[in-house]
């Protein structure tokens, strides 16, 4: 069974940090892209960031851009979003998502497999 398990969630004060992790099992992330989204209570679901199958292509939201960092360990099976200098608005549940193609899109559509989320709370 094909299952992505996000941790590493939680509350932190505004300018603090956190990483989340997305494991994957009953499969290997080395053949899949991987997209990080989040959706906020009344909001729609938003790309943050995504890693191609080789690691060598990233994207991230212009929101986030210099601030957050995609990763991926393969020996691990798992993809790493480390959050910087976090701000009240990065508050939401943050889901990670995995689809089997070369380049990563940034739109949730595009992705078969998807994870519970982990929630991320971000205080003034």
């Known amino acids: 069974q094909l299952q992505l398990v996000e941790s590493g969630g939680g509350l932190v004060q505004s300018g603090g940090s956190l990483r989340l992790s997305c494991a994957a099992s009953g499969f290997t992330l080395d053949y899949y892209a991987i997209g990080w989204f989040r959706q906020a209570p009344g909001k729609e679901r938003e790309g943050v960031s995504c890693?191609?199958?080789?690691?060598?292509?990233?994207n991230y939201a212009d929101s986030v851009k210099g601030r957050f960092t995609i990763s991926r360990d393969n020996a691990k099976n798992t993809v790493y979003l480390q959050m910087n200098s976090l701000k009240p608005e990065d508050t939401a549940v943050y889901y990670c998502?995995?689809?089997?193609?070369?380049?990563?899109?940034?739109?949730?559509?595009?992705?078969?497999?998807w994870g519970q989320g982990t929630q991320v709370t971000v205080s003034s």
């Open positions: 998502a995995a689809d089997p193609r070369l380049l990563c899109p940034m739109r949730g559509y595009e992705y078969d497999y």
């Open positions: 890693i191609s199958m080789s690691g060598g292509s990233t």
